[in-house]
């Protein structure tokens, strides 16, 4: 992995979800494992034990929304550098990241923005395994338009059959 810059995932999803986007849902900004812990006091034991919605903002920082919360409204209906589902556990003194996900069909993310997830959670002193802990590969194919999740390697369109590029191209 390299500290390069990184790139700016706009949103690709359904444009009726838009919608969502409200200044009362925009995801909670995680600053400091202080932050981190002060809003899963706010949860009860079962939601805490599934994943959360992630996105990485523009400014390098967390922002975190209950599960099932779409990712725009996450962000706020911005750009992100990353966008995922991602869950906790208590370690010693302090929750850690357990799971990581970069799976977001509304912003579609490339897998290394793990960077800026890796670099989001350091800044805030969050500890977290260092990778996505299930890597989600997102195309678009050419053929159709349609986005759709690569599964085992088979780089073919689910939509229409056509083959799907090797490289990440599920941008706007
Ligand atoms: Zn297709």
């Known amino acids: 992995m390299n500290d390069g810059p990184s790139r700016v995932y706009g949103y690709v999803g359904p444009p009726e979800l838009r919608s969502t986007v409200r200044p009362d849902r925009a995801g909670r900004t995680i600053r400091s494992a202080a932050d981190l812990d002060t809003w899963l006091s706010g949860r009860g034991a079962a939601e805490i034990s599934e994943p959360f919605t992630f996105v990485v903002a523009l400014d390098g920082l967390v922002r975190l929304a209950p599960r099932r919360s779409e990712h725009v409204a996450c962000a706020g209906g911005a750009d992100v550098l990353a966008a995922g589902e991602m869950g906790f556990v208590p370690a010693a003194d302090r929750w850690a990241v357990d799971e990581v996900t970069n799976h977001s069909t509304g912003y579609c993310p490339n897998l290394d923005s793990w960077q800026a997830v890796g670099r989001a959670l350091d800044l805030a002193g969050v ?46």
């Open 127 to 172: 500890e977290h395994p260092g990778r996505f802990t299930h890597e989600v590969v997102f195309r678009l194919c050419d053929a159709c338009g349609e986005r759709s999740i690569v599964r085992e390697q088979d780089f073919v369109c689910v939509f229409c059959g056509n083959a799907l590029p090797r490289t990440w191209n599920a941008g706007p």
